[in-house]
């Protein structure tokens, strides 16, 4: 029972739930690094989310034995190929939830991959010389950083996605 595909996506879950506490013991404690405890526990929390996510991925995938069921990434997983070759409904809301941005998982996945681009400086507004000095203001947004909440709300719906496929996969 401990090889199931399963165990995994649970264990990854779980693990999400231990940084996501974390996180909150870093925000309520007063260390003197605590805004490096925070970030850190943001990222072992983002990653523990992706990987739960491959994890129900992969049980999908095996279920229904689909090519490559054992992909590194979520993303060889949720493709409209993969769908065409092996369509099921479990994978069909997947890839449909990870194409449209406005979806928790979608969100997931871009900032799981803003995990490994590098730090950008802000941009700042040419400033011809020529011209006398007029305050600049930028259009662009300040992207805001994941907070605990909504983390803890993907956990959850991740945790409640996952539930729902297995009663359907259980063969019975």
């Not at 010389?129 to 947004?141: H, K, N």
Request: proline share 6%; aromatic share 8%.
């Amino acid at each position: 029972m401990a090889y199931e595909r399963y165990t995994r996506t649970n264990q990854k879950i779980y693990y999400a739930g231990l940084a996501l506490a974390a996180w909150q013991k870093a925000i309520d404690g007063r260390a003197l690094n605590a805004q490096a405890l925070i970030q850190a526990e943001r990222e072992s929390s983002l990653f523990h989310l992706y990987g739960a996510l491959l994890g129900l991925c992969h049980e999908i995938a095996g279920f229904y034995h689909i090519t490559g069921a054992s992909a590194p990434r979520v993303e060889l997983l949720l493709n409209k190929d993969v769908l065409a070759a092996a369509p099921s409904p479990e994978m069909a809301e997947l890839v449909e939830l990870a194409v449209n941005p406005q979806t928790w998982l979608a969100q997931l996945l871009v900032a799981y991959a803003g995990l490994f681009t590098p730090p950008q400086a802000p941009k700042k507004a040419k400033i011809d010389p020529t011209l006398p000095l007029i305050a600049a203001v930028s259009l662009d947004e300040e992207v805001p950083e994941l907070s605990r909440e909504q983390l803890e709300a993907w956990r959850q719906q991740l945790k409640e996605l996952a539930l729902r496929f297995r009663e359907s996969l259980s063969e019975c």
